[in-house]
Every structure is written in structure tokens, then in C-alpha cells.
């Protein structure tokens, strides 16, 4: 059906589309990789007024559009759906501007993270958004996603750092509101309507990010805990102790022991198992100072109880092996073709009950239940996977669809979201009931259907 209009975008944006065998298999689907579906048209704007136009067309011919950044996305948003023609930021790349005073950058949205890490190195600044995809992902997608990532305890997810940002909305009206100061009170904050609509309401063009100075120190410690409760007194404590808490990520054994066996190069480097680690880590302004404190805390800690041990990284090189760890993630993901992979939120006060509840209500089911648990824990963000390892793919495949049902279920039942990160894009669309209220969905459709009356902006996504 796409066949008809492609002389008519490619008279409008020349050398932008691909089409037919120029069209490769990147187009077709993202991280999650579910459901994927080659797209008949991509169109690769190089200017933010391409975007513009292409969307102005769009709408006139009621054509849907779904927005791809570096398509590493987990929810199946940027995999491209019947008769959608994908538009692709990847062309449309590059710093702006850095603004050493004000302590900001800004980028177009096809930018890679990666890139932009660099880019606030190189000015002696530090931009702390980080997550595992930062080669592949742009700061649009970060943006469209409100992404996560493993500093979100200090530095807040990505809505925190964005101070302004250029979107083009469906019928092509370019909005700009490229601020660069912390306070901006003047009316609606319209950004807040484009970060984490994930590209439902506009296609994210340029963005400005709040920079920080460079941290001195840092120092990261893997430690080992019996019970969950001595793990959110430690959290706390530390936090009340230590300037600036940056990460706290939390895995249970049913985790670690599991990127372990997968990962034989890998060593354990406590002596005995133990039920839960973290993986911690602290910045500061003064090198020896910090290393000081954060010693003496941990000594403190281990002295008192609770702290079972604690392994501190003495050099760069560990501290990237606590990492290894927690990014061994991949490795399952990449051994496991059917299974249940859930971003999901829990308040930390009901997170040790939810874990058990998922554990029990599966396991009454599932035959041969695998589980792996891990997460940013104290941003109430849990990451769990789950699959079954007995008989045949149906049936693999069956249990994982009634996993994903119960799951959630668990999670609405004791107030938690579906995803606490990743986005709802068209994998969780059924259910966001379970986390919003049926006044919340009303207000966002109202929303919808007044930014994108024809809904021509990745339908079927989100709501
Ligand atoms: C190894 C790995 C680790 C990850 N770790 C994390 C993590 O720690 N925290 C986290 O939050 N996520 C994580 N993710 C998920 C993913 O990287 C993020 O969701 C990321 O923000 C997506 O960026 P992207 O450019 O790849 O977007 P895409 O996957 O291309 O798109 C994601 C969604 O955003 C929309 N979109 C993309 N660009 C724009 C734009 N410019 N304007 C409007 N809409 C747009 C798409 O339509 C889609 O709905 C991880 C993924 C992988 C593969």
C-alpha cells in the first residue's frame, strides 16, 4: 500500500528514503525482538525541517509513522507495525552546542549516548545518564523512554537532566523550547509532554542536557547480605553517610549464580555464597578523603552485622568486573529464547514480599520454574526474568505468556507499575490498567487525541 506515496516523499526529501532491498533487516525490529515486520519505507531526515515535512505529508495523508532512534528498545515502540512508514534519526546526529557556563549541551536527537558521554568529557563536565545500549541508543530514544539507567539514585532518570528540547508534532509544527536554565516557570513546561510519550505525542528532534562537574573519586564495592531488610537499612545508612550515593544495584543469587555458570571466565570473588549483593557506588570531590570514608563505612558496617563481607574494587579494573556482573544479563538473554524479561516497579517496601509472591505463584504452575533477579533496587525497579526449561517450544512459549499474565497481575495487586524503565511501546499496551487508573488512561487518550488527532504518530503503542 506504502508503494504509492514513495516518489512523493522521496520528491519531498531527496536522498532520504530507502526502499525495497535498501531497506535492511535493522529497520525491522528492536531489542525485544518480538513481532518483527520490514518496513516499505524509511526515511532518514538530515534536518529537523525534514521531520517537519515529512510529518506535514504524513498527516495530510493519514499515514502512520513510527519514530526509530537506535532501536534498542526492550517494549517493541520503534518495531515497525502494517503500513507504517519508519522514520529514522540516525542521520539526523550531532553536538550542537556546549555551553561551558551555563553547564549545558545540546544534541540532535539521533545522537548516539555514547557520544555525548564523550563530548561532556572532552569539555571537562560529566553527563551522568548511563545505561548498557549507550553505543546503540540516541538521547531521542533516551528521551522519548524517560530512560533509566544505573544512576538514576543520585542524578534522577533522564526527564531530570533535560532542560529543553525541540519536538515536531504530528501535523509537522516544529516546537522549540531549547531552554538552558534550571528554573523556568513560565506557564506549561510543554518538554514534560514529549519525555517518556514514547513518540506518541512528537517526534523528539534536539535536545538540551544538564551537565554536572566531574567527579574526584569514586570508589565501588560488591557486598554480600543474608536478609533484605539489613539491605535497605545498609542503603540508607549509606546514603546518610556518604556524600553522594550513585549507584545500588541489588542481585540475588538466583541471578549471579546463573552469569556465572554462563560466563566460566568469570570469578566469584567471595568465598562462600550468600543469598543477596550490591554492587555500590559512591563519588566524591577529594580522592583520599572518600577512599577514607567509604572504607571506614563499609568497616563500620561489617562490624555491626547485617554487611555479611564486602569485596572493595582497588583499581578501575574491578570496579568494571562488579559491572560485568551486573551487565551479565546479556549473556541470558542472548542463552534464552522464551522467556519473560519484566522491568517492573515495586515500592522497596513490599519488594522482598513481591519477589517471594512472583516465586510461589509461578511455581505452582511451572514445571522446572527459572528464575534471575536483579535490579536498580533503590529506585523501586526490579528486573526480573523467567522461563521453564521443560518441554517443547509451545510449550515454552505458552509458559512464558502466563508468567507475563501473573506477574503483572502481582505487581498491580501491590501497587507497582508494569515498567519502571523500559517503556510500555505495543508489548505492555494491555496492561497498563493494571498500574493506572482508568481516570489516568482517560486523561492520557485526552492528550492523544488533541496532540495527534489522527493518530498517526505510533498507534497501537503505549495506550
Ligand atoms: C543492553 C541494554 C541495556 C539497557 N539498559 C537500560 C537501562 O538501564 N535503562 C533504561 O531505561 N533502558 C535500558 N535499555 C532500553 C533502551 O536502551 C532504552 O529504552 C533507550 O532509551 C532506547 O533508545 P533508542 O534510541 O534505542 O530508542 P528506540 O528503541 O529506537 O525507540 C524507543 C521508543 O522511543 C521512540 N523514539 C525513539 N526516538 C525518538 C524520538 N527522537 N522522538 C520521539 N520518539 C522516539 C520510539 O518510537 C520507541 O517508541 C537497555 C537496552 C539494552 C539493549
Given at each position: 500500500?506504502?508503494?504509492?506515496?514513495?516518489?512523493?516523499?522521496?520528491?519531498?526529501?531527496?536522498?532520504?528514503?530507502?526502499?525495497?532491498?535498501?531497506?535492511s533487516?535493522?529497520?525491522?525490529?528492536?531489542?525485544?525482538?518480538?513481532?518483527?515486520h520490514?518496513?516499505?519505507?524509511?526515511?532518514?531526515?538530515k534536518?529537523?525541517?525534514?521531520?517537519?515535512?515529512?510529518?506535514?505529508?504524513?498527516?495530510?495523508?493519514?499515514?502512520?509513522?513510527?519514530?526509530?532512534g537506535?532501536?534498542?528498545?526492550?517494549?517493541?515502540?520503534?518495531?515497525?507495525?502494517?503500513d507504517?512508514?519508519?522514520l529514522?534519526?540516525?542521520?539526523?546526529?550531532?553536538i550542537?552546542?556546549?555551553?561551558?557556563?551555563?553547564?549545558?549541551?545540546?544534541?540532535?536527537?539521533?545522537?548516539?549516548?555514547?557520544?555525548l558521554?564523550?563530548?561532556?568529557?572532552?569539555?571537562?563536565f560529566?553527563?551522568?545518564?548511563?545505561?548498557?545500549?549507550?553505543?546503540?541508543c540516541?538521547?531521542?530514544?533516551?528521551?522519548?523512554t524517560?530512560?533509566g539507567?544505573?544512576?538514576v539514585?543520585?542524578?534522577?532518570?533522564?526527564?531530570?537532566l533535560?532542560?529543553?528540547?525541540?519536538?515536531?508534532?504530528?501535523?509537522?509544527?516544529?516546537?522549540?523550547?531549547?531552554?538552558?536554565?534550571?528554573?523556568?516557570?513560565?506557564?506549561?513546561?510543554?518538554?514534560?509532554?514529549?519525555i517518556?510519550?514514547e513518540g506518541?505525542?512528537?517526534?523528539?528532534?534536539?535536545?538540551?542536557?544538564?551537565?554536572?562537574?566531574?567527579?574526584?573519586?569514586?570508589?565501588?564495592?560488591?557486598?554480600?547480605?543474608?536478609?533484605?531488610d539489613?539491605?535497605?537499612?545498609?542503603?540508607q545508612a549509606?546514603?546518610?553517610?556518604l556524600?553522594k550515593?550513585?549507584?545500588?544495584?541489588?542481585m540475588?543469587?538466583n541471578?549471579?549464580?546463573?552469569?556465572y555458570?554462563?560466563?566460566?571466565?568469570?570469578?566469584?570473588?567471595?568465598?562462600?555464597k550468600?543469598?543477596?549483593?550490591?554492587?555500590i557506588?559512591?563519588?566524591?570531590?577529594?580522592?583520599?578523603?572518600?577512599?577514607?570514608?567509604?572504607?571506614?563505612?563499609l568497616?563500620?558496617?561489617?562490624?555491626?552485622?547485617?554487611?555479611?563481607d564486602a569485596?572493595?574494587?582497588q583499581?578501575?579494573?574491578?570496579?568494571?568486573?562488579?559491572?560485568?556482573?551486573?551487565d551479565?544479563?546479556?549473556?541470558i538473554?542472548?542463552?534464552?529464547?522464551h522467556?519473560a524479561?519484566?522491568?517492573?516497579?515495586?515500592?522497596?517496601?513490599?519488594?522482598?514480599?513481591f519477589?517471594?509472591?512472583?516465586?510461589?505463584?509461578?511455581?505452582?504452575?511451572i514445571?522446572?520454574?527459572?528464575?534471575?533477579?536483579f535490579?536498580?533496587?533503590?529506585?523501586g525497579?526490579?528486573h526480573?526474568?523467567?522461563?521453564?526449561?521443560?518441554?517443547?517450544?509451545?510449550?515454552?512459549?505458552?509458559?512464558?505468556?502466563f508468567?507475563?499474565q501473573?506477574?503483572?497481575?502481582?505487581?498491580?495487586?501491590?501497587?507497582?507499575?508494569?515498567?519502571?524503565?523500559?517503556?510500555?511501546?505495543?508489548?505492555k499496551?494491555?496492561?497498563l490498567?493494571?498500574?493506572?487508573s482508568?481516570?489516568?488512561?482517560?486523561?492520557?487518550?485526552?492528550?492523544?487525541q488533541?496532540?495527534?488527532?489522527?493518530?498517526?504518530?505510533?498507534?497501537?503503542?503505549?495506550?
Amino acid at each position: 500500500m506504502l508503494d504509492k506515496y514513495y516518489r512523493e516523499i522521496e520528491n519531498l526529501l531527496p536522498n532520504s528514503v530507502l526502499v525495497g532491498d535498501a531497506v535492511s533487516d535493522k529497520y525491522a525490529v528492536d531489542w525485544s525482538a518480538e513481532d518483527a515486520h520490514q518496513p516499505t519505507i524509511v526515511v532518514r531526515p538530515k534536518r529537523v525541517e525534514d521531520v517537519s515535512a515529512l510529518l506535514a505529508y504524513c498527516s495530510a495523508n493519514r499515514l502512520s509513522v513510527v519514530t526509530q532512534g537506535g532501536l534498542t528498545g526492550l517494549s517493541g515502540g520503534a518495531t515497525p507495525q502494517q503500513d507504517e512508514v519508519a522514520l529514522s534519526l540516525e542521520l539526523l546526529s550531532g553536538i550542537t552546542d556546549i555551553d561551558q557556563q551555563s553547564m549545558t549541551l545540546s544534541a540532535l536527537a539521533g545522537t548516539p549516548l555514547a557520544e555525548l558521554q564523550q563530548a561532556a568529557q572532552d569539555a571537562g563536565f560529566y553527563l551522568p545518564l548511563d545505561l548498557g545500549a549507550r553505543g546503540s541508543c540516541t538521547i531521542g530514544g533516551n528521551v522519548a523512554t524517560n530512560a533509566g539507567g544505573n544512576q538514576v539514585l543520585y542524578y534522577g532518570m533522564t526527564r531530570a537532566l533535560v532542560l529543553g528540547l525541540t519536538a515536531v508534532t504530528a501535523d509537522g509544527t516544529v516546537v522549540r523550547s531549547m531552554n538552558k536554565m534550571l528554573k523556568n516557570n513560565a506557564g506549561y513546561d510543554i518538554k514534560q509532554l514529549f519525555i517518556g510519550s514514547e513518540g506518541t505525542l512528537g517526534v523528539v528532534t534536539e535536545v538540551v542536557l544538564r551537565l554536572y562537574p566531574q567527579a574526584v573519586s569514586k570508589k565501588s564495592a560488591l557486598c554480600a547480605f543474608s536478609h533484605f531488610d539489613d539491605v535497605v537499612e545498609f542503603l540508607q545508612a549509606m546514603q546518610r553517610r556518604l556524600p553522594k550515593v550513585t549507584a545500588f544495584e541489588l542481585m540475588w543469587s538466583n541471578y549471579t549464580e546463573r552469569v556465572y555458570a554462563m560466563n566460566p571466565s568469570y570469578r566469584d570473588p567471595f568465598n562462600k555464597k550468600h543469598p543477596l549483593y550490591v554492587l555500590i557506588e559512591a563519588e566524591g570531590g577529594d580522592l583520599e578523603r572518600d577512599s577514607q570514608l567509604f572504607d571506614e563505612v563499609l568497616a563500620d558496617y561489617l562490624e555491626q552485622g547485617g554487611l555479611v563481607d564486602a569485596v572493595i574494587a582497588q583499581s578501575h579494573a574491578d570496579a568494571e568486573k562488579f559491572w560485568q556482573l551486573r551487565d551479565g544479563v546479556m549473556s541470558i538473554l542472548a542463552n534464552i529464547k522464551h522467556r519473560a524479561n519484566f522491568d517492573v516497579g515495586v515500592p522497596v517496601s513490599v519488594m522482598s514480599e513481591f519477589v517471594q509472591r512472583v516465586e510461589q505463584v509461578l511455581s505452582e504452575t511451572i514445571n522446572d520454574l527459572k528464575l534471575c533477579t536483579f535490579g536498580h533496587m533503590a529506585d523501586g525497579n526490579l528486573h526480573i526474568l523467567a522461563w521453564t526449561d521443560s518441554g517443547g517450544e509451545a510449550d515454552k512459549a505458552k509458559a512464558v505468556a502466563f508468567i507475563y499474565q501473573k506477574v503483572y497481575e502481582i505487581v498491580g495487586d501491590m501497587d507497582g507499575t508494569v515498567t519502571a524503565e523500559h517503556g510500555v511501546g505495543a508489548m505492555k499496551r494491555k496492561y497498563l490498567h493494571l498500574c493506572r487508573s482508568e481516570e489516568e488512561i482517560a486523561l492520557m487518550r485526552l492528550l492523544k487525541q488533541a496532540m495527534d488527532p489522527k493518530g498517526i504518530l505510533n498507534p497501537n503503542r503505549v495506550l
